[in-house]
């Protein structure tokens, strides 16, 4: 069967608000339009989306694994068409993505002070979509943190980042200058393996209401200051890797230009960082990228 973007997309509105009659307003179209279109849908699918009761609209099973799949469908195609836009405008656009605390942006006014006519937008990652932007066509080029999937990726190494561990500014540990890894022994961590949080500002909100605490790169520390939280170094604990990272066959053109651009620019950059914590710097030539 060919799949209707317009019946997935209809799908998506009733799945997040769990309502047909809000999903149509939020569609602006009427109610009994919307549910004979998810109706269709069902037939042509073969199988039911919805468990509808009077006063629940709720997945099935089959509604779970499509709703997962939905949004990174209409992703790629809303991301195909606006580059079909473009280029009939003559545009070129150029989607710099970076993780939370790594700064992109001294490197974005040195490519656009030779490149004035090409639109620079910046992507925001969460802390779970890592490399997955690059995949689904939202960003050209992303600086992250290792660990993440580089399969079909070109990597271009840029440093390393101490972790700092962050305590609310009551805890035991909170005078010590300094900790070590058996020094956290029977904390609780919050981390991804252990309590997921949905944002950084969800994650220090429990650490500073005594839910936790949590290891996080330097610059993360750096970005989120607050009255209420003390941040501490970890002697033991291990560097992480900080890197660029394009699609393979995406690495020509204006995004080869801001490779050669970024790399000089925030290899300096990671030096600094690298000099107050972690003595292995990021000097030396730059290394061709790597492919995986």
């Known amino acids: 069967m060919d799949l209707d973007l317009r019946k997935l997309r209809y799908f998506v509105a009733v799945a997040e ?8 307003q939020a569609l602006f179209i009427a109610q009994p339009v919307l549910s ?21 609209v709720e997945l099935t099973p089959a509604g779970r694994q499509l709703y997962d799949e939905a949004s990174r469908i ?8 606006r580059r079909v836009y473009e280029a009939r405008r003559g545009e070129q656009r150029l989607v710099v993505a970076f993780s939370p605390g790594l700064h992109v942006s001294q490197a974005i006014r040195m490519f656009t002070g030779g490149h004035p006519t090409v639109e620079i937008d910046v992507f925001p990652l969460r802390w779970w979509e890592r490399d997955a932007p690059l995949r689904d ?10 660990p993440f999937d580089d399969a079909g990726l070109c990597t ?16 035991p540990l909170a005078g010590r200058p300094a900790l070590t890894s058996a020094d956290l022994d029977g904390e609780p961590i919050l981390g991804a393996s252990t309590r997921r949080t949905s944002s950084l500002e969800e994650k220090f909100e429990l650490i500073a209401s005594g839910q ?9 520390a750096r970005s989120y200051s607050r009255p209420d939280l003390v941040y501490r170094t970890v002697t033991d604990a291990l560097p992480v890797e900080t890197c660029l990272a394009v699609p393979e ?16 620019t925030l290899r300096r950059h990671a ?16 290394p061709a990228p790597s492919t995986h």
């Open 249 to 264: 066959n995406s690495c020509e053109g204006p995004v080869r230009d801001f490779l050669d651009i970024a790399t000089a």
């Open 156 to 171: 271009i190494p840029i440093g390393h980042e101490t972790k700092v561990v962050c305590l609310p500014v009551t805890h």
């Open 36 to 56: 004979r279109q998810i109706r269709a849908f069902e037939q042509e699918l073969g199988c039911p989306l919805f468990t509808r009761t009077t006063r629940s």
């Open 137 to 146: 066509g939202r960003a050209h080029v992303a600086y992250l943190r290792r």
């Open 74 to 81: 209409t992703t790629v195609v809303d991301v195909a068409l």
């Open 212 to 220: 936790g605490v949590a290891l996080v790169p330097v610059s993360v």
């Open 17 to 24: 608000h769990r309502h047909f009659g809000r999903a149509a």
């Open 271 to 286: 030096g600094d960082v690298e000099g107050e914590g972690d003595e292995r710097g990021a000097d030396g030539p730059a």
